[in-house]
């Protein structure tokens, strides 16, 4: 196979040969956001609203340079909303309007904590 047939079979988040540093191979334990990512990845497949293949095909789909830029958790945050935003279940608009709303309760809860 030459490099350029190789090149175009291969999908931006295959990177298994690829040239890479060492692996943190480290257990550590998922940050709360981590845990609340794979837990919306479930119920939206449970759910019937974004399976595993699209999922997969989503990440695929954010193209090598925000793959690369973005950690695995991030990766399937970004995919979720472009796959609900192209269903036309959920808009940019109403995800910043939400995003707005948490932000303000972090806000308001560290304010109390003070």
């Not at 943190?24 to 709360?32: A, G, R």
């Not at 990845?41 to 925000?66: C, H, P, S, Y």
């Not at 830029?69 to 910043?96: C, D, H």
Request: with cysteine; hydrophobic share 45%; charged share 30%.
């Amino acid at each position: 196979m030459t490099d350029s047939a190789h090149l175009v079979r291969k999908l931006p988040n295959d990177i298994g040969g690829a040239e890479a540093g060492p692996i943190d191979m480290t257990e550590h334990e998922l940050l709360p956001w981590e845990k609340r990512c794979h837990a919306l990845a479930d119920v939206l497949d449970f759910k019937k609203i974004i399976n595993t293949e699209e999922k997969r095909r989503g990440v695929e789909a954010l193209g090598a340079q925000m793959i690369g830029n973005l950690s695995y958790y991030e990766r399937w945050i970004v995919a979720f909303g472009n796959i609900l935003f192209q269903k036309g279940l959920l808009t940019p608009e109403e995800l910043a309007r939400k995003m707005d709303e948490v932000a303000a309760r972090h806000a308001a809860a560290e304010a109390g904590g003070a």
